[in-house]
């Protein structure tokens, strides 16, 4: 069965620290992977996709992530964290036989940033 | 996001009551979704529809869970009778047609409380 796991619950990092966050995932083909951020009192929001290709993915924020299938992680990273990153972050594959939109979702790792 | 209103941001009712969440899309959307997250399972997804027709709704919990899609703009979770453990975030989102598919748009949820 898919799924994704983020072993992570919740990290603090400090301002102007590097991040990165885990994401493994269990598919039996090319996976459509997903990182969503969702800030307090909010819906979740795209941060960045990997569909094919480059395994290395640019997002908004400044972030980006690495697919790499040997070890079926995609992994979250931005260099230099800012106290507006606050949030949860969730990690999402793309839901075999099913609509495209049709995702599941990890468990998701809370981001606090010390100043 | 503005693209998803949903209705009403947070309700409180007591165990055996109605409850009648609501979404409305912009238009240009092809799918859309309904999720529940709770701190224990996470983000699961309940149902979804393409171009208004439900196409999955192995996720509704049980009967006591229904959701219509009457039109484009529009879309209703009901719940009936509540019960406690109902009691989570529920999330409408939407996929836009012509867009990288897995990529959602969320509504800010309707937080539900039951007593």
């Known amino acids: 069965a898919q799924s994704v796991t983020q072993p992570d619950i919740h990290i603090t990092v400090s301002e102007g620290a590097s991040l990165e966050l885990r994401c493994n995932y269990s598919?039996?083909?090319?996976?459509?992977l997903f990182w969503y951020v969702q800030s307090p009192g909010q819906g979740l929001q795209l941060l960045l996709k990997?569909?094919?290709?480059?395994?290395l993915v640019q997002g908004i924020k400044g972030f980006e992530a690495e697919f790499k299938r040997s070890q079926s992680s995609f992994n979250l990273r931005k260099p230099s964290v800012h106290w507006s990153d606050a949030a949860e972050y969730f990690c999402a594959v793309g839901r075999y036989g099913g609509s495209q939109g049709n995702l599941i979702f990890g468990k998701g790792t809370k981001l606090s940033v010390k100043p | 996001d503005a693209g998803v209103i949903q209705s009403p941001r947070h309700e409180v009712t007591e165990m055996g009551q109605e409850v009648t969440l609501r979404c409305k899309p912009i238009s240009g959307h092809n799918s859309l979704f309904w999720y529940r997250q709770t701190m224990m399972r996470g983000l699961e997804l309940l149902i979804y529809?393409?171009?208004?027709?439900?196409?999955?709704d192995s996720g509704m919990p049980e009967d006591r869970f229904s959701a219509k899609m009457p039109n484009a703009s529009f879309s209703t979770l009901k719940i009936q009778p509540s019960e406690p453990r109902d009691s989570a975030v529920y999330f409408c989102?939407?996929?836009?047609?012509?867009?990288?598919?897995?990529?959602?748009?969320f509504g800010e949820g309707s937080r539900l409380t039951v007593l």
């Open positions: 529809f393409n171009n208004n027709v439900p196409i999955d």
């Open positions: 989102a939407i996929q836009f047609q012509g867009r990288v598919t897995g990529e959602l748009f």
């Open positions: 598919y039996g083909a090319t996976p459509y």
């Open positions: 990997y569909f094919s290709g480059d395994t």
